[in-house]
């Protein structure tokens, strides 16, 4: 709770830093131009201040300034409208890479809330798998997966029923949970042996939260957050000619990214999903599997 709270008060400062430099950094530049130019530009009529800093060229110098002066709004503009956006709109296939650059970090924190965790469980695995062989920078890892509670009635996921509504299916449900339990156990498996034979200290959990899986969200070190809505609408079939099942598809979902590198409102955007995700951990279900009692 500390550390957290450590991080936070880092991350305020960090804000308000670059606020600072946002806002003086025009003023600043425009004064040191302005200030070149007059003092070439005296140094080249008054003959003492001239002597004095022994130059010739003081009007070629002056008059560059004052044409950097002039052009420096323009420039400024030109950079801004190049820089990438801070809220780019990237598809779930793409999660790979940012797992990649989290893991160059000394200390590693990956948040999912959505469906399953499946788009997410396939590359972390992967990851996880090369440390064993390069750890990199990497010393600490903790992932946090948050996952509808499958024990309790549901409309999504759910059967789809003669009129086209959502029917709870106890035995749908029960299946996508053992999904998840296998990651779970796959994922915590690997995660005792790193911290067992590795330099590499790893947790992975899966926890319950009430709800249908309508927001898929990804949070990088707590400084970047992948944010998409999950398509309720998707249908899936077990069986040729089965029943259809409300099944949302993660891999087809899109996500847009928020980061604090971005501008204020971004970086205030962080902060909120990072808070929005420390409180649903907190209510959250620790599934029975977990407990040691059977699901």
């Not at 302005?34 to 003492?48: D, E, M, S, Y």
């Not at 709870?168 to 034979?197: N, W």
């Not at 087809?252 to 990072?274: F, M, Y």
Request: hydrophobic share 35%; net charge neutral; aromatic share 10%.
């Amino acid at each position: 709770m500390a550390e957290r709270g450590n991080r936070q008060a880092e991350n305020g400062l960090g804000r308000h830093l670059r606020r600072y430099q946002e806002r003086f950094e025009s003023v600043v530049t425009r004064f040191l131009l302005l200030g070149i130019f007059v003092t070439g530009l005296t140094a080249q009529f008054v003959k003492p201040v001239g002597d004095a800093l022994e130059g010739k060229a003081y009007l070629g110098g002056a008059l560059l300034s004052l044409v950097g002066y002039v052009l420096y709004d323009q420039v400024k503009e030109l950079v801004s409208s190049i820089r990438v956006p801070t809220r780019a709109l990237v598809n779930s296939s793409q999660l790979g890479s940012f797992v990649s650059e989290a893991f160059q970090a000394r200390r590693v924190e990956i948040s999912f809330l959505g469906y399953t965790g499946e788009t997410l469980y396939h590359t972390l695995y992967h990851q996880l798998e090369g440390l064993f062989d390069d750890p990199g920078p990497t010393r600490r890892v903790l992932i946090r997966m948050l996952v509808p509670d499958f024990g309790q009635p549901m409309i999504v996921p759910a059967r789809v029923g003669d009129d086209g509504g959502p029917t709870d299916d106890p035995d749908f449900r029960k299946r996508v949970e053992q999904r998840c339990r296998e990651y779970d156990g796959i994922l915590s498996e690997l995660a005792e042996r790193l911290t067992a034979t590795s330099r590499v200290s790893v947790e992975c959990e899966y926890r319950f939260y009430p709800g249908i899986p309508r927001d898929k969200i990804c949070i990088f070190n707590r400084e970047q957050v992948l944010q998409g809505l999950y398509d309720l609408s998707a249908r899936t079939r077990l069986i040729h000619m089965g029943p259809e099942f409300y099944d949302p598809k993660g891999y087809r979902t899109d996500l847009n990214v928020w980061s604090r590198e971005g501008t204020a409102a971004a970086g205030e955007a962080v902060t909120i999903w990072n808070k929005h995700f420390d409180d649903l951990w907190a209510l959250a279900k620790v599934p029975e599997w977990r407990r040691g009692t059977a699901a």
